[in-house]
């Protein structure tokens, strides 16, 4: 079963509107990352947070962490139609080096 | 640096066919890691390397796929035989391992299409 799970499948969105999607994952984890994918292109690396860090901010994106609840948000303010594209959340299992990435969001940003 | 390079772009082949998927990882990176993507099954992780040595092939499918690193900046995933079920894109990443145990960021190549007849 995945590790991490983006929710919702897929997100349709006005550009200029917010776009938020969730991660859940199951196991303890050293980081969460976020990557993006464009139609027929490889994954494109987003945004890193630590197992100990809460919130992270790079440009429109913002990363929420809740080790607690196991889970993180990702949030991208202010959309614009060149964001829409897969999002998907990987988490990296504590100990070892496999990354698990999760069944994805599709976001679609209407111009 | 011009990133993970991963060859050919697209692969037609037929059904108990041989194939060969070619990765350069990122010079200096020590981690490489062989995903596979469908509509289905998502993306999966196949294989992954450090330091040339594989460290946990549990996500390879079966006996019919096998992955080498002869060196630190060349990998390759071989099916045989092929079968349809085995079209999918092939992703290629590599990373630099941390000290402390884990990996940084992932740096993906643009995939291998792989048509399977």
């Known amino acids: 079963s995945q590790q991490g799970e983006e929710d919702p499948q897929a997100l349709s969105i006005q550009e200029g509107e917010n776009a938020t999607m969730n991660c859940s994952y199951k196991?303890?984890?050293?980081?969460l990352q976020w990557y993006r994918q464009n139609s027929g292109r490889g994954l494109v690396h987003l945004i890193l947070i630590r197992s100990n860090e809460r919130e992270k901010h790079s440009g429109r994106l913002r990363v929420t962490l809740d080790t607690s609840k196991k889970s993180s948000s990702l949030l991208i303010t202010a959309s614009r139609a060149a964001d829409t594209a897969s999002y998907f959340c990987?988490?990296?299992?504590?100990?070892?080096?496999?990354?698990?990435f999760g069944a994805g969001t599709r976001l679609f940003v209407k111009a | 640096d011009a990133g993970v390079i991963q060859s050919p772009r697209h692969e037609v082949t037929e059904m108990g066919q041989e194939v060969t998927l070619r990765c350069k990882p990122i010079s200096g990176h020590n981690s490489l890691f062989w995903y596979r993507q469908t509509m289905m099954r998502g993306l999966e992780l196949l294989i992954y390397f450090n330091n040339n040595v594989p460290i946990d092939d549990s996500g390879m499918p079966e006996d019919r796929f096998s992955a080498k690193m002869p060196n630190a900046s060349f990998s390759t995933l071989k099916i045989q035989p092929s079968e349809p079920r085995d079209s999918a894109v092939y992703f290629c990443a590599s990373s630099l391992a941390l000290a402390g145990g884990g990996t940084d960021t992932q740096y993906f190549g643009p995939g291998t299409r792989l048509t399977v007849l």
């Open positions: 990987a988490t990296e299992v504590n100990g070892g080096f496999k990354t698990i």
């Open positions: 196991t303890s984890i050293n980081n």
